[in-house]
């Protein structure tokens, strides 16, 4: 009973999104075409409302898609654990198919033929825990993706030797994995990783860096106390953050940047908390473990990333 109250809340979430998209006059959602399933929403003809407008207002919330279907064809490679239960539903009828991975759920949009018509769908499905199945783990980094459930097959690519040349320092070697695999978004929608060529600048690490040297330069670092602010010697280095005002930082102090520590600190007066650990440590006992100080365990039993990027390759 539960978790149907909890699918039947997630859908009414996304029939919100839904209603506030369509266009005047394209009538109320149909949910009776023949042969559709059930726990999902069948709209009216994907041409009065429209796939992209329904899309981004999706992705306003869950952060950029993963590209499911297109053209009538289905990503061949896509897995339970990359999606399909958005496409199941439909076969061979779908169209075009967009997903989120958020928590336990997918959720979906995009269009599916009904008889002679292209009808937009919106629905949200079980998503199983990419952790399930893990097999002993050989590093922090292939934890975090295991628990995320995060495509690896096209990674980034970075110019680490000119990042680090223009930061003036070496970065963690799990940072830069990180950085690599996942890109620009937030673990569990809380955690944002900064990574280079993020296209804003606060997402930026090099641009972010430069910036907020610069500010404590010139304004003073109260707000870091006890520490002071890189490219001040053994300063802080920021490489996430939160909405609700967390920094995470590296102490820079000693001269193999795989032994800096991490500390965070929230939007107040010694807030500080340090972890002696790596990045990608930090991380996967964030996501595990409900006693870590800033564990998201304490409020999902399952995990993702969210993907900020214009154009994600997951």
């Given amino acids: 009973m539960e978790e149907r109250e909890e699918r039947a809340h997630d859908l009414d979430e996304l029939l919100s999104v839904v209603h506030r998209v369509a266009a005047p006059g394209t009538g109320d959602l149909d949910c009776a075409t023949p042969g559709h399933p059930a726990g999902h929403v069948c709209l009216a003809p994907s041409e009065a409302i429209g796939l992209p407008a329904l899309q981004e207002a999706l992705g306003g919330r869950y ?71 893990t097999a002993e783990l050989t590093s922090w980094v292939d934890g975090v993706v295991a628990v995320t459930g995060w495509d690896t097959s096209r990674p980034r690519t970075f110019d680490w030797a000119a990042v680090e040349n223009r930061l003036g320092t070496a970065l963690p070697s799990d940072y830069k994995q990180l950085a690599e695999i996942f890109g620009t978004g937030a673990f569990d929608g809380f955690l944002a990783l900064q990574t280079p060529d993020a296209s804003t600048a606060g997402a930026d690490i090099v641009r972010h860096t430069e910036w907020l040297g610069e500010w404590a330069r010139t304004r003073g670092s109260e707000l870091w106390r006890p520490y002071e602010v890189y490219p001040v010697p053994g300063g802080l280095l920021q490489w996430g953050s939160t909405e609700q005002a967390h920094g995470f930082y590296w102490l820079t102090e000693d001269p193999d940047p795989d032994r800096w520590p991490v500390l965070v600190t929230e939007d107040v007066p010694d807030s500080w908390v340090r972890f002696d650990g790596t990045t990608a440590e930090f991380v996967h006992r964030m996501l595990t473990e409900r006693e870590h100080p800033f564990s998201t365990a304490r409020y999902f039993g399952t995990h993702w990333f969210e993907s900020y990027e214009s154009e994600s390759p997951s």
Avoid: H, K, Q, Y
């Avoid at 279907?69 to 990503?75: I, K, L, N, P, V």
């Avoid at 958020?102 to 292209?118: K, P, Y």
């Fill in 63 to 133: 952060g950029r898609p993963r590209n499911l279907a297109m053209g009538g064809f289905a990503d061949p490679t896509v897995t339970a654990r990359t999606g399909l239960p958005l496409l199941a539903p439909f076969g061979e009828r779908i169209v075009e198919m967009r997903g989120w991975a958020f928590a336990d759920r997918w959720i979906g949009c995009g269009s599916a033929r009904a008889g002679d018509d292209v009808r937009l769908v919106a629905l949200v499905a079980e998503r199983e825990d990419p952790a399930a199945r």
